[in-house]
């Protein structure tokens, strides 16, 4: 099999030739290399390479035996440059950490090469994970492989766009307020938000931060599911992480179970929707009823999501990087400051008045998915912006108060407590991916996962991925 070949093959497929010896962690680190050097000149996904320390990772795994090398059995993972990987420079996409490099890796980091991870890279992302464009003052810009003039969504960006041009078969992406979901509907993959808990990781600033979650970006759903079940497990260092589920994530995927009943939200009910965007998710959602399910428009009650986002978000901030502020303040991105400043202000009335809407929201969406197995809308309410526009400023007529203001679609589902996965469902006319966010109840990982490959198996979208660059602008 070709280099080339090798490239397109989906992870579970790489996996399985990992595991009857068809190919070593050494020649596919030898593939991406190459791929690497062809294309990420041209979208700026993988600023960071460690393939010595990848190499020297693959010749002790391959000294033991097949079946004790975990489940990716070897086959390479890009982390995310905000989470920590020993020896590895980790600049979380800031000036002021530009020369960092850890002495000890991410819990999550070392759950993944436990399971056979080889991690080879680092993928780009904006400072700090803030703001949903990938750029930062340390590397640059991340640009969309579908039109390299427009942005890949952030912050995970530049895990999507590795995937999205196979510099990656699977990658490791971080999700507060749509990080991991936007980018993924942007660069056409497939990119999950799983529940509180479900991927444990180092904890800093607080034990009980949940906003952002740990999660699977791939380029199909079996592929993500099989990330996922990688990932998971419990740690003690993680007081909040859940054990891995008795039946594996890739055998839900793999089931073919499909809804019973799915609601479909265009807006819900809470931000303006670009109409192509809208019309092509609604068809995409209506496809459901040809595998006998009944589709209805429908939506939780979320109405205070911006507001208790807002206030949740700043005491994050504020929690996290307040004492950057004091001491490395010319130094942070605008949108940073603006947001630990924000934090900054708040009162013990506000955060108890934010925490006791997230109680609401979560406690409407037990409620809702009662009746509901699923609900899908868009993942993103516009299609792929101009890479030079640091955030979207205006949707439908509609002039945003802030730069995160445009995310309260996936935002609204965080606040919520609900998994949820972006999955590619079209093109806009001008050959733009567009993804459709699929969620379930609190910890509906499993549901989410069996009822997105029943639509993509529908949609027949499987396979577009990965493209060379459209070197464009």
Excluded at 46 to 62: Q, V
Excluded at 77 to 98: C, E, H, M, R, W
């Amino acid at each position: 099999m070709s280099a080339q070949d090798l490239v397109r093959q989906t992870a579970c497929a790489v996996v399985d030739k990992l595991r009857a010896g068809d190919v070593t962690p050494l020649d596919l680190l030898n593939v991406l290399e190459k791929r690497i050097a062809e294309v990420d000149g041209k979208v700026n996904a993988l600023p960071t390479l460690c393939i010595d320390r990848a190499r020297k990772s693959a010749k002790a795994l391959m000294q033991r035996p097949v079946a004790e090398r975990g489940l990716l059995a070897g086959l390479p993972v890009p982390i995310k440059d905000l989470t920590d990987v020993a020896g590895v420079l980790n600049t979380q996409g800031s000036p002021i950490f530009k020369d960092n490099i850890p002495a000890r890796s991410d819990l999550l980091v070392e759950h993944l090469e436990g399971n056979g991870a080889i991690v080879y890279a680092k993928s780009n992302t904006p400072e700090f994970g803030a703001g949903a464009n990938t750029f930062n003052e340390v590397f640059g810009a991340t640009l969309n492989p579908w039109d390299t003039s427009k942005s890949a969504a952030g912050s995970s960006g530049g895990a999507a766009v590795a995937l999205a041009t196979g510099m990656a078969w699977l990658a490791h992406g971080s999700d507060m307020g749509g990080s991991l979901r936007s980018p993924a509907s942007f660069c056409g993959i497939v990119g999950m938000r799983p529940s509180i808990g479900r991927v444990a990781h180092t904890p800093t600033a607080g034990v009980d931060r949940n906003l952002g979650q740990q999660g699977p970006m791939a380029r199909n759903v079996e592929d993500l599911a099989l990330l996922l079940d990688a990932m998971s497990g419990d740690h003690a260092a993680d007081p909040l992480s859940l054990p891995a589920p008795a039946t594996s994530f890739l055998s839900a995927a793999r089931s073919g179970k499909k809804p019973k009943r799915i609601a479909y939200s265009p807006d819900l009910g809470i931000t303006p929707v670009d109409p192509e965007v809208k019309a092509i998710t609604r068809k995409a959602a209506e496809r459901f009823a040809d595998a006998g399910v009944i589709v209805e428009e429908a939506h939780p009650d979320w109405r205070e999501a911006h507001e208790c986002f807002h206030a949740l978000r700043a005491l994050d901030f504020a929690m996290s990087k307040a004492k950057l502020l004091r001491e490395k303040r010319d130094l942070l991105k605008p949108e940073v400051v603006w947001n630990i400043e924000e934090g900054l202000r708040l009162t013990v009335d506000q955060i108890a008045r934010a925490e006791s809407q997230r109680l609401a929201m979560t406690a409407r969406a037990v409620e809702f998915f009662k009746t509901y197995d699923l609900l899908l809308t868009p993942t993103t309410i516009v299609p792929p912006f101009p890479v030079e526009n640091r955030y979207v400023a205006e949707c439908a007529g509609k002039q945003f108060d802030n730069y995160v203001e445009w995310l309260g679609i996936v935002y609204a589902i965080t606040l919520a407590c609900c998994p949820s996965l972006s999955l590619p469902c079209g093109f806009t006319a001008s050959g733009l991916p567009v993804g459709v966010q699929v969620v379930s109840a609190p910890r509906g990982d499993a549901r989410v996962l069996a009822g997105a490959k029943v639509l993509e198996d529908i949609l027949g979208v499987r396979g577009t991925t990965p493209i060379d660059p459209k070197v464009k602008g």
